[in-house]
Structure formats: C-alpha cells, structure tokens
C-alpha cells in the first residue's frame, strides 16, 4: 500500500500588533515620529505636531520692519499677498518696485535654472547670448539694466528670501545649454536646437546651492526660507500621465531640497516650510475642481501658520488659528460641511447645537476627538464674549 502523501505544512508568518511583544522589541530609534491618523488632527497644535515639527524657527524672525522678497512658483504669490495685506514689509509689492521680474513675472519662475539666473544677472551681472524670458504673452523680457537695478535694489535689501520651487521638467537651448523661463514662443521653437528633460536632484541641489552662496555673500545676515509649491503640473511633456509625471517632479525638488537642507542646516540660515506638504497630506480634498488650486480655506490657514511661526508681530492667537483650521478642514472634507459657516460666522449657539448631536462621524474615536477640538473653540468664543462685553455668552438656541 503506497504511503500517504503528507500534508503540506501551513507557513507561519509573525503578526504584530501595539500589545504584542514583538512591537514593543523594535529599537525605535532616537527620534521617533509617527503617520498620524486623521483623529490626531482634531486637537490643537496637531498641524505644528505632525507636519511642522522639526522645521520651526527657534524664534519669529518677521517683524513688521523686516524686509522680505518672496518669488518662484505660483504659490510664493500667496505668500507675498498674505504678508502685504497683513502690513508686513513685503519688497515685491511695494509700489517701487517697478518693472522687476521678480515682481511682473515673480510667481512664473517655477524652475530653480530660472530662479538661480536672476540672482547671478542681478548681483554677478550676468547676462545670456538669447532671449530666454518670456511674459505669459510670449514677450521678450530682454536684460533691460534699469530692470536689472531694480532687481538688484530689491535683494541688496532683503532681509528674509522666501524662495517657492515648483517644477523640474526644463525646456532648454541644447547648443548653449541655457534653461527658459518655461517653454519656447510658437514662432521662435527650433526642433534642432530647443529640447525637453526632466532635470535631475543633483542638479536641481546644485542650483540651490548655488542660490544659496550668493545670498550669503551679498546678504550675509539674510534668512532664507524654501518652499516647494502644491501646485502641481497644469501638463507634462513627457510621453506619460500628468498625474505621475507631478509626482516625479516635486519629488525631485522635495529631494533636492532636503539633501541641503541636511548639509547646511548647522549654519542657521536655510529653512524649509512645509507649503507641499500641509496641502497634499493635511487635508482630504484640498483643491478645488481644477484639481491643481488648493481652496482658499486652506491657503489661508497655511498663511496663519507661517504668520504665526514667522512673524514676531502677529496678532493671531490660537484660538484664531483652530478656527481657520476647522473652516479649511470643513473646505476640504476632513469635517462636516456644516462647520465652514459656523465657524465663518462664530456663532456660538449653533456649534452647541452641532455638539448636542448623537453622531458627527462615523468612527467613534475620530468622533471623540472632533468633539473635543470644537469644545476648545466653543470655550474660546464664549471666553472671548464675556472680556467683550463682561456679561454671560448664553445666546438663544434658536435660529
């Protein structure tokens, strides 16, 4: 009688969990900090816990005197606009600043070649053998030099660079090796001499580097503040989706400027704000239907931590900060809808109402938490209330 074949033996494979033992055996290393989940959000200072942490100033460096030029990408106009309405001494939007292009054209150098080059025409006097600016009409720029002394003006006193990469994907002049502002004019592409390519890290490191030395030698007590914007790619050139063609191109800049930061952050002078990643990670659906321009509620609360984190005269207080943060919250589908408008409005009677529901959300944790972040701001209203006036913050439960 022929033996029994035997039974396969079932594979084990190791389960891990919080409690179990093998969790608590893993050498975690001397700086831990973990993904949160989405109820981790819904407590103040969450945002400066889980995105912000380890890119802080040690201390405010914005005062309203302090002179600040911020350009590149299209987001460094948020900043520029953010910071001028608030009175603070915004460079590239005062009135003489005239015909720089920083300033006419400041938020369309969205590559670090183009950034890197009105630096070196300023202060190096630099100039390129063709017209590689253009304006959004196909216009040359040309190296006008009363616009090259405006521009050299400008930076000669500047006290904080906010620099705003956007893209790595170059057009460039393959003879010369020269980078345009963007693509070629219609009537001036040549298919033997203007070429296409994703620029490299090293590249895009070096030019940042390169940006970097110069502040420092012309503006030796100058802070700088990179940022890499959420905006993402309008198009791609290259032979493939927009989607991951975005998702190379920003990892490229993400990667180049994290590789200086780590070599030069011992000097104290360059910084990084987080603009990508508190838009792409922070919220559930920060655009609008565009799909490329995050929602106002979520510019401006991203406005609000930069004042907060860099401006010494900022009157924001925490309480302003959470409610700009559950209005981008609500915008952007991380809370009930609901919310926008209350908390647009400030009416205290009605976010007692909302907590007085049985549910607010699906998961009961995520539920606890939402409800004690709108508790921490319905006690800041009712607070700010009764110092406004001296009397009870009890309103009718009545619309």
């Not at 345009?180 to 490191?205: C, G, L, Q």
């Not at 919310?339 to 944790?365: G, H, M, N, S, Y």
Request: hydrophobic share 40%; glycine share 6%; aromatic share 12%.
């Amino acid at each position: 009688m022929a033996a029994r074949p035997r039974k396969a033996e079932k594979l084990q494979f190791q389960t891990t969990s919080r409690q179990g033992k093998e969790y608590r055996t893993w050498f975690r290393g001397e700086h831990t900090n973990v993904l949160p989940h989405n109820r981790h959000f819904f407590k103040p200072g969450a945002i400066e816990k889980y995105v912000l942490k380890g890119w802080q100033p040690e201390a405010p460096a914005i005062d309203v005197n302090t002179q600040v030029t911020a350009f590149g990408s299209c987001f460094a106009a948020n900043i520029s606009n953010w910071l001028s309405k608030r009175n603070y001494n915004v460079l590239n939007k005062a009135e003489d600043a005239g015909r720089a292009y920083v300033v006419a054209c400041g938020e369309g150098m969205v590559n670090s070649f183009v950034i890197l080059q009105q630096f070196e025409w300023a202060w190096e006097d630099k100039v390129f053998d063709q017209e590689l600016w253009h304006g959004y009409d196909t216009e040359s720029y040309g190296y006008d030099p009363e616009v090259q002394a405006q521009t050299k003006k400008m930076f000669d006193e500047t006290d904080v660079f906010i620099l705003t990469f956007g893209l790595s994907e170059i057009w460039y002049d393959e003879p010369t090796g020269n980078v345009f502002w963007r693509t070629i004019p219609k009537d001036a592409y040549d298919p033997a001499r203007h070429k296409f390519r994703v620029s490299t890290v090293e590249e895009n490191k070096a030019n940042m580097r390169r940006i970097y030395d110069l502040i420092r030698t012309h503006r030796p007590d100058a802070k700088i503040i990179f940022t890499l914007s959420p905006i993402p790619l309008q198009a791609t050139f290259r032979d493939n989706s927009c989607m991951t063609s975005n998702a190379v191109s920003k990892g490229v800049l993400r990667v180049a400027i994290d590789e200086l930061y780590r070599e030069l952050r011992h000097e104290g002078v360059l910084h990084y704000w987080p603009s990508y990643e508190l838009v792409t990670d922070a919220f559930a659906q920060p655009y609008k239907d565009d799909r490329r321009h995050p929602r106002d509620e979520v510019l401006d609360f991203i406005m609000m931590l930069f004042e907060r984190t860099w401006c010494v005269d900022s009157d924001m207080d925490e309480a302003e900060q959470l409610r700009g943060f559950v209005i981008a919250g609500a915008a952007a589908g991380l809370f009930p809808g609901v919310l926008q408008r209350i908390c647009e409005t400030k009416r205290a009677f009605r976010l007692e109402k909302v907590l007085a529901r049985e549910q607010l959300l699906e998961d009961p944790a995520t539920d606890k938490a939402l409800r004690g972040l709108l508790q921490v701001l319905l006690d800041a209203w009712k607070a700010e209330a009764t110092e406004a006036d001296g009397t009870s913050t009890a309103e009718p439960i009545a619309d």
